[in-house]
């Protein structure tokens, strides 16, 4: 590896800024949300909501039981705003420039009033920095991560009361939109929390200027994964 990202990794590993734990943001993951959550099943603390007239029925039951939104007071021009949760963070892990599909397309198959899909984007120590949004809600969202910008946290806003199965939703690396329409729903992979453990490094056989890494990743799990 070269110098900078031999330092930065280096600076991860030690927890020389804090004690963890860290991102890793897989270039093959399909879908970024967790497995639960992508298929609207089980735990409730997957999602959150920005007013008390929005509440989750159904998945505290079981770990398979499908949840169902219920919007229970007209909404006003400012929401209510179901948003999903990641276990550890403000939000996914993301870096500034990386382009990002959001749907909710179970959704849109029950037919929820949606007023707007939605993506907070907060910086690296939880503030939020802006939100990106689309009232076309029959589509799917894509949008490029603003500079400074550390998490992205997804959401949908609705237009009327009323009650539907949260059904399947996906968070994408990179500009999936097409597949999405062709009726591609790719299950929940996650983004978990790491630590850094049995980390090692030197320099490579006959150039100093790069470095050979070694390290392991053990998962840090949450009671809301999934």
Avoid at 14 to 30: M, N, W, Y
Avoid at 173 to 201: F, K
Avoid at 213 to 222: K, P, R, T, Y
């Amino acid at each position: 590896m070269q110098r900078d990202d031999v330092r930065h990794l280096d600076r991860l590993a030690r927890r020389l800024d804090q004690l963890g734990p860290v991102a890793l943001i897989d270039p093959l993951t399909e879908n970024m949300l967790g497995g639960g959550q992508a298929a609207g099943l089980g735990n409730p603390a997957r999602w959150a909501s920005s007013a008390a007239d929005i509440v989750l029925y159904g998945g505290g039951f079981g770990e398979y039981i499908p949840n169902t939104v219920s919007v229970e007071a007209v909404p006003a021009a400012s929401g209510p705003d179901l948003f999903w949760q990641h276990p550890n963070w403000t939000g996914y892990p993301v870096t500034a420039g990386m382009v990002l599909t959001w749907w909710a397309p179970g959704l849109v198959a029950a037919g929820a009033a949606l007023a707007q899909l939605r993506i907070e984007w907060y910086d690296a120590a939880g503030a939020l920095a802006s939100t990106g949004t689309t009232t076309t809600t029959t589509a799917p969202m894509v949008r490029t991560v603003p500079a400074g910008v550390a998490y992205a946290r997804p959401a949908v806003r609705f237009s009327a009361k009323g009650m539907w199965v949260i059904g399947e939703s996906v968070l994408a690396l990179g500009n999936i939109s097409a597949a999405l329409l062709a009726g591609d729903r790719p299950v929940g992979e996650g983004t978990p929390a790491y630590s850094i453990t049995r980390y090692n490094h030197a320099a490579t056989d006959g150039n100093g200027d790069f470095r050979d890494i070694g390290l392991e990743l053990v998962e840090v799990v949450s009671s809301a994964t999934g």
